[in-house]
């Protein structure tokens, strides 16, 4: 299975902390994406960075990229109450036209 | 825009049933996929569509048909539900190939006793 692995399962941490996850891989991608998902809802797109670029951000956000490790790692910096949730890492094969979703860290940021 | 909409929220069926998960999309996006989510499984591709008239199967397909008449709407089926079917069910729809973000609606909570 193509299916990511995220890392840590779970991750508490203080209002203001920064949190790092990090998603692993198994084949060649074209571009991961990273998915946040609060409790009982659907997912919302955070960030996509593609297979031949290294580092994106958007906002408090910071995605790194190691193809040849195949794995990447979510940076939330200065992190808010607000940020408690899931994040799910998704990636696609260079064929076909499926995501693949890793079973997710969840965060919770204690005020 | 809506976005994705799912109906319903929930639903309780008792094995052997069958049901139509429904989802509408208004972003005129031509991929349109159906995941379920069970704990400590991340989601599980059960079955995609490239376009009106088009699906085929992912990770999980057995036990669901799908079908796609248009463009807007991908319905999911449950043929004779299963206790193993007990998940919560997204939809998602893609501009175009996954190379781009997906919308999710916001669930299904399936419970089958």
């Known amino acids: 299975s193509q299916q990511g692995e995220e890392d840590p399962q779970a991750l508490s941490i203080q209002e203001g902390e920064n949190a790092t996850m990090n998603c692993s891989y198994k084949?060649?991608?074209?571009?991961l994406q990273w998915y946040r998902q609060n409790s009982g809802r659907g997912l919302v797109h955070l960030i996509l960075?593609?297979?031949?670029?290294r580092e994106k951000h958007s906002g408090r956000l910071r995605v790194t990229l190691d193809t040849s490790k195949k794995s990447s790692s979510l940076l939330i910096t200065a992190s808010r109450a607000a940020d408690t949730a899931s994040y799910f890492c998704?990636?696609?094969?260079?064929?076909?036209?499926?995501?693949?979703f890793g079973t997710g860290t969840s965060l919770t940021v204690i005020p | 825009n809506a976005g994705v909409t799912q109906t319903p929220k929930f639903q309780v069926l008792k094995t052997g049933q069958s049901m139509t998960l429904q989802c509408a999309q208004d972003?005129?996006?031509?991929?349109m996929s159906w995941y379920r989510q069970d704990p400590g499984m991340g989601l599980r591709l059960i079955h995609y569509s490239v376009g009106a008239g088009i699906t085929d199967q992912g990770e999980v397909p057995n036990g669901y048909n799908v079908s796609r008449s248009t463009t807007e709407d991908f319905p999911l089926r449950l043929l004779s539900a299963a206790p193993s079917q007990t998940s919560v069910y997204f939809c998602a729809s893609t501009l175009g190939p996954v190379r781009t973000e997906a919308f999710f609606g916001q669930g299904t909570r399936l419970t089958v006793v």
């Open positions: 972003m005129n996006h031509e991929y």
């Open positions: 998704a990636t696609d094969a260079n064929t076909g036209n499926q995501f693949y």
């Open positions: 960075i593609r297979s031949n670029e």
């Open positions: 084949t060649s991608i074209n571009n």
